[in-house]
T-cell receptor, first 113, second 114 residues
Framework: GENVEQHPSTLSVQEGDSAVIKCTYSDSASNYFPWYKQELGKRPQLIIDIRSNVGEKKDQRIAVTLNKTAKHFSLHITETQPEDSAVYFCAASNNNAGNMLTFGGGTRLMVKP | DVKVTQSSRYLVKRTGEKVFLECVQDMDHENMFWYRQDPGLGLRLIYFSYDVKMKEKGDIPEGYSVSREKKERFSLILESASTNQTSMYLC????FGTGQDEAFFGQGTRLTVV
């Protein structure tokens, strides 16, 4: 089955700096890669996703890049704000077969004001 | 507004008890999931269901079983609860084949086994 690894497990940045979280996946058939944000005491919520036919996607201050050859994808957050502090999870799925969604281990991002 | 609802926010059970965690979604989603969330270990998949009465084991199915008798409801069963099953349990649902790939999560059930 799919295995997703995520790094780093914790990340501390100064407000206004950029943050980058990286994930690797094992199953070359995976074709959908979402990122979820989980604030303290709340449920995970989708913030951005990318499909395998696209190399990069942006939404305001967040962007995701995908390298299918190397089987890794990354989340980039620019101009970080204290409200970006949360746990971020990457995931991978093969949407053509079964739709099982496998998550990485999570990254706790702390943005210091 | 989409909804995934878990029956309990907090549960305390005794070792050896049979425990049922219920999850209901109102989005007519085909796929439903049970994850376990532990600090430093992320979201680990326990079981996945892709249709009524259909299920697949995830990464950590030992000690758990599931039931999906109706499309909207997915139950996680701890046959004989043990202290190492103390954790946060998250249910999620997702459509299949519609292009709407987002998974929606329940609010979580924090289970403590004493």
């Amino acid at each position: 089955g799919e295995n997703v690894e995520q790094h780093p497990s914790t990340l501390s940045v100064q407000e206004g700096d950029s943050a980058v979280i990286k994930c690797t996946y094992s199953d070359s058939a995976s074709n959908y890669f979402p990122w979820y944000k989980q604030e303290l005491g709340k449920r995970p919520q989708l913030i951005i996703d990318i499909r395998s036919n696209v190399g990069e996607k942006k939404d305001q201050r967040i962007a995701v890049t995908l390298n299918k050859t190397a089987k890794h994808f990354s989340l980039h957050i620019t101009e970080t704000q204290p409200e970006d502090s949360a746990v971020y999870f990457c995931a991978a799925s093969n949407n053509n077969a079964g739709n099982m969604l496998t998550f990485g281990g999570g990254t706790r991002l702390m943005v210091k004001p | 507004d989409v909804k995934v609802t878990q029956s309990s926010r907090y549960l305390v059970k005794r070792t050896g008890e049979k425990v049922f965690l219920e999850c209901v979604q109102d989005m007519d989603h085909e796929n439903m999931f049970w994850y376990r969330q532990d600090p430093g270990l992320g979201l680990r998949l326990i079981y996945f269901s892709y249709d009524v009465k259909m299920k697949e084991k995830g990464d950590i199915p030992e000690g758990y079983s599931v039931s999906r008798e109706k499309k909207e409801r997915f139950s996680l069963i701890l046959e004989s609860a043990s202290t190492n099953q103390t954790s946060m349990y998250l249910c999620a649902s997702r459509s299949f084949g519609t292009g709407q790939d987002e998974a929606f999560f329940g609010q979580g059930t924090r289970l403590t086994v004493v």
